[in-house]
């Protein structure tokens, strides 16, 4: 595959019962059946864009976006995820439509519609398998899934009853890489987004959490060593592979595995473990930021606005969880800070998406849960510029210039300026 591979899609009238189209390979041939959300409503030339990084302005605020729908997206949503020069579709995307492969490419192709030059990736899990329509190619693999002595599946959580599939095993590996091909193989998609690292890096996770072993643990950590080799060697010449991956809970902050990742998504930023001080937490957290920026690393800065919640479903605090917003109101001062953490980091390829959740649904009035869906917070309309210099630190205070903004930050405090000039 390169960059500038042509393929035009055609939308076909009655797509239930059509074999050929791409998605079908030898490892997921068994799980992409056809619906009629499979492609755009309109016939579509796609082509991969020239060069591998997303678009990047210091004109206002760079921003991301991290989201997924079960249904299809509205008009109104597609222009306003066209803005965005870095999109990950997650893992639930058109889930009530059809597979997850069919839902990520229709929003994929119906947003480069609009704009080409937006960068998306495909959601793929290292170990987690959230019935993202790739299952039943799974099920087929003998022992393909992880288990007890005692024959139980241990689950990602009593809600999703999600298993985890054992990433030890070869034809596994090959099952896991023929999904992301088929994916890749799209013009549409840009790249991957790999999560769950962090539960297969930390050792404890899987030898006490899940009840498996040292010794299991041990081969987990080996067989994703050699699956990011294989995915490195086959698709990042033309692709972005971004990880979930900078945490300071690891020794150096997760940049011991940045050889593998064109970049890092944030999550769980300021929780923190190991019984280090949640200022000095954050100061190597943002201080691995700022290494991967200046190294050339794509940073997508994502964090959640909510207060955060006592416990997460890892039970030791690898993922996410945060209450829901009460209003955009409300939370005006952890914008300034968040985005003050962004700004001490960012660099050239950084981006920023603050919010209230990564999915998008409605209640029963039809207005959004997600307090911050299709909102732009009126400060990253304002003219930024470039930065005048790295980031300078005092103990637990950072400053940093920019050419239309000064910004004041104290983790300490949990404090933040910006001052817009």
């Known amino acids: 595959m390169t960059i500038s591979k042509i393929k035009t899609f055609t939308v076909f009238q009655k797509i239930v019962g059509l074999t050929g189209l791409m998605l079908i390979s030898q490892g997921c041939a068994s799980t992409t059946e056809r619906t009629s959300n499979t492609a755009p409503s309109s016939t579509v030339k796609l082509e991969k864009t020239v060069g591998r990084m997303p678009e990047f302005s210091w004109d206002t605020m760079p921003l991301y976006m991290h989201v997924w729908k079960k249904n299809s997206y509205t008009k109104d949503e597609l222009n306003y995820l066209a803005k965005y020069p ?8 058109g889930s009530r439509e059809g597979t997850i492969q ?12 609009i704009n080409p030059n937006t960068k998306i990736l495909y959601y793929k899990n290292i170990v987690i398998d959230w019935e993202s329509g790739a299952s039943k190619a799974l099920k087929e693999i003998p022992n393909g899934y992880l288990q007890k002595s005692n024959g139980d599946y241990p689950v990602v959580n009593q809600n999703s009853k999600a298993k985890f599939f054992d990433i030890s095993k070869d034809e596994v590996h090959q099952w896991w890489l023929s999904d992301a091909k088929a994916m890749l193989d799209d013009p549409s998609i840009d790249g991957l987004f790999i999560d769950a690292n962090i539960k297969v890096l930390i050792e404890s996770y899987f030898v006490k959490g899940q009840g498996l072993g040292t010794s299991k643990a041990k081969d ?15 698709f990042r010449q033309d692709n972005l592979i971004i990880a979930n991956i900078i945490r300071a809970r690891f020794e150096n902050a997760g940049l011991e595995y940045m050889q593998y990742f064109d970049g890092s998504y944030f999550e769980n930023f300021e929780l923190n473990v190991n019984g280090v001080s949640k200022p000095d937490y954050l100061v190597k957290g943002l201080e691995a930021g700022q290494k991967a920026a200046q190294d050339g690393k794509i940073l997508a800065f994502t964090a959640g606005l909510g207060d955060s919640l006592k416990k997460d479903s890892s039970g030791i605090g690898l993922d996410e ?9 409300q939370v005006q001062e952890r914008v300034e800070y968040l985005t003050a953490i962004f700004l001490t980091m960012a660099e050239e390829h950084s981006y920023f998406y603050p919010h209230d959740g990564l999915g998008v649904s ?27 210099g790295l980031a300078k630190r005092d103990g637990y205070v950072f400053t940093r210039e920019f050419e239309y903004c000064s910004v004041y930050l104290n983790v300490e405090t949990e404090e933040a300026t910006l001052k817009w000039k």
């Open 102 to 113: 069919q839902g990520t490419l229709k929003a994929a192709r119906e947003i480069k519609e």
């Open 86 to 93: 870095l999109i990950t579709i997650e893992k639930a995307q």
């Open 220 to 234: 987990l950590i080996a067989g994703y060593h050699k699956l990011l080799t294989t995915i490195n060697n086959e």
């Open 362 to 388: 409605t209640d029963k009035n039809g207005k959004y849960r997600n307090k911050t869906w299709m909102h732009t917070f009126p400060i990253f309309n304002n003219r930024l510029g470039a930065p005048k």
């Open 321 to 329: 969880a945060r209450h829901k917003i009460g209003s955009i109101e």
